[in-house]
């Protein structure tokens, strides 16, 4: 007779995601991209340039957002539950989109 194995919970073969992950990136790219264009062009001077003026607004906007994806996907985690999954930075499949968060109920999906 053979000694019964523990059955072990299964473990949940969806990733939820990391809400922002995908505009946290695109502020960190431009915000290198930027320092790295600086630096080459001002060797001596770079560091200085870059101590003394702001990202564009154009970078600025992409930590704004991410910021917000960030706090929204935080809260929308702890009202998860049971019934309630909660998926963060989607990929739209053949495009550069994404979806920032979906909400699973049984009353339906939920596009955020």
């Known amino acids: 007779m053979r000694a019964e194995r523990a059955s ?3 473990t949940d073969p969806i990733d939820a995601g990391t809400p ?4 946290r990136r695109e502020y ?6 930027r320092e790295t264009r600086i630096r080459k062009n001002h060797p001596k001077l770079g560091g200085l340039i870059l101590a003394m003026t702001d990202d564009p607004q154009s ?10 994806e960030e706090r929204l996907g935080q809260r929308l985690n702890e009202l998860s539950s049971d ?3 909660v998926l963060h930075d989607r990929r739209n ?6 979806i920032d968060h979906i909400a699973v109920t049984p ?5 955020i």
């Open 8 to 10: 072990k919970p299964p």
């Open 20 to 23: 922002g992950a995908s505009a």
């Open 28 to 33: 960190e790219r431009r915000q290198a991209k």
């Open 59 to 68: 970078t600025t906007a992409w930590d704004t957002g991410a910021i917000g």
């Open 83 to 85: 019934t309630m999954r």
């Open 93 to 98: 499949p053949g495009t550069r989109a994404n």
């Open 107 to 111: 009353t339906g999906i939920h596009v």
